[in-house]
T-cell receptor
């Protein structure tokens, strides 16, 4: 079992829709959770981090954490073509394989 | 504020050779971590150094090693290169002041060193 698992996708949504990205992890003692975005040919960059159960919002992005279910998600509201990228879930310092998101105009 | 600097950006080696990659973290960052990224395996954790000590290690063979210097700069070395070592090697630094417990673990990545093994 991989430490951090994500649906590899690809995920395609129309412009203006909500994109939902999911991640599960195996280490129940994990304390810090991150979402990174990686554009093709570029390095990953942080979107947001979360460490408490519940929701955390930052602009169009909302991260959700459920430690009991060992589940982290990222919602992108009003998706834009510029959001098209691979989204990486990280738990502590371990990364999932990433979900490729395409937002169609 | 300078970002994370990795050198060289591109290199080509042949099987059996060894390679050393360098990473200069953001000023003030004390943690440097290394990752291997391939299309098939995604971003895989190699190791993390903090204050010149290896603090975490991934599941890579002993051919992969690293070190960190007193100025926080880090190097990683791969010996006896194999074709499967061809990848993008990313370095990330973290541990800036004033970011709080979780924020301190936020990784800032360099542009990477792309290694091709022939």
């Amino acid at each position: 079992q991989k430490e951090v698992e994500q649906n590899s996708g690809p995920l395609s949504v129309p412009e203006g829709a909500i994109a939902s990205l999911n991640c599960t992890y195996s280490d129940r003692g994990s304390q810090s959770f991150f979402w990174y975005r990686q554009y093709s040919g570029k390095s990953p960059e942080l979107i947001m981090f979360i460490y408490s159960n519940g929701d955390k919002e930052d602009g169009r992005f909302t991260a959700q954490l459920n430690k009991a279910s060992q589940y982290v998600s990222l919602l992108i509201r009003d998706s834009q073509p510029s959001d098209s990228a691979t989204y990486l879930c990280a738990v502590q310092m371990r990364f999932g394989a990433g979900t490729r998101l395409t937002v169609k105009p | 504020k300078a970002g994370v600097t990795q050198t060289p950006r591109y290199l080509i080696k042949t099987r059996g050779q060894q390679v050393t990659l360098s990473c200069s973290p953001i000023s003030g960052h004390r943690s440097v971590s290394w990752y291997q990224q391939t299309p098939g395996q995604g971003l895989q954790f190699l190791f993390e150094y903090f204050s010149e000590t290896q603090r975490n290690k991934g599941n890579f063979p002993g051919r992969f090693s690293g070190r960190q210097f007193s100025n926080s700069r880090s190097e990683m070395n791969v010996s006896t290169l194999e074709l499967g070592d061809s990848a993008l090697y990313l370095c990330a630094s973290s541990g800036g002041r004033g970011m709080g417990l979780s924020g301190a673990n936020v990784l800032t990545f360099g542009a990477g060193s792309r290694l091709t093994v022939l």
